[in-house]
């Protein structure tokens, strides 16, 4: 079974400050991607990364992938409550189905 | 937009129960997915479907069954509720071609079995 842990695993800040979660595999993987659920919806993909070392800005949002292809961050600048949600990272090993990690709860106090 | 629609957003069943979870599509995708999502415990796929009439275990099918008669919908079957099912449970599809990568879900469907 391949393991995917995400941390931490919860995590409250106010408006304005920077975070940073991870997500770390037991195995290597071919892609990765990360997903935010705000609450009473469905998750929404944020990005796809599947090279070693990529780097990925979405606005305020930076996605790194490690070069071992066995983790990945998530880095928010200047978080908003709007940025409030579950983060999730699923990761594609081969050719296998998606597996999901556990998320980070972020809060973001106004 | 692509658009996921599960039709019951809030369900209340008795155990022993049988439970219909229906979800439709309309982009036409190929693959269509079950997860049930807990907290601590992330999605853990129950059921996908490649295509009509064809479906595949997940990683917990236990107590649950599927059925696709058209390609737009994928139904999720509790032939006999039990407490321990009570989740938060997630359709979704994908494209295996034009957008290999990306999954699309719905609204979700909160189960509580009592």
């Known amino acids: 079974t391949q393991l995917l842990e995400q941390s931490p695993q919860f995590l409250s800040i106010q408006e304005g400050e920077n975070l940073t979660v991870y997500c770390n595999s037991s195995?290597?993987?071919?892609?990765l991607q990360w997903y935010r659920q705000e609450p009473g919806e469905g998750p929404v993909l944020l990005v796809t990364?599947?090279?070693?070392?990529e780097v990925k800005k979405l606005k305020r949002l930076t996605f790194q992938f490690g070069d071992a292809r066995k983790d990945s961050s998530l880095h928010i600048t200047a978080a908003q409550p709007g940025d409030t949600g579950l983060y999730l990272c699923?990761?594609?090993?081969?050719?296998?189905?998606?597996?999901f990690g556990t998320g980070t709860r972020l809060t973001i106090i106004p | 937009d692509v658009k996921v629609t599960q039709s019951s957003r809030y369900l209340v069943k008795r155990t022993g129960e049988k439970v219909f979870l229906e979800c439709v599509q309309d982009m036409d995708h190929e693959n269509m997915f079950w997860y049930r999502q807990d907290p601590g415990l992330g999605l853990r796929l129950i059921y996908f479907?490649?295509?009509?009439?064809?479906?595949e275990k997940g990683d917990i099918p236990e107590g649950y069954s599927v059925s696709r008669e058209k390609k737009e919908r994928f139904s999720l079957i509790l032939e006999s509720a039990s407490t321990n099912q009570t989740s938060m449970y997630l359709c979704?599809?994908?494209?295996?071609?034009?957008?290999?990568?990306?999954?699309?879900f719905g609204e979700g469907s909160w189960l509580t079995v009592v």
């Open positions: 479907s490649y295509d009509v009439k064809m479906k």
């Open positions: 195995s290597v993987f071919s892609s």
């Open positions: 990364v599947v090279t070693g070392g």
């Open positions: 699923a990761v594609r090993f081969g050719n296998e189905k998606l597996t």
């Open positions: 979704a599809s994908s494209d295996p071609i034009v957008q290999a990568n990306t999954i699309y």
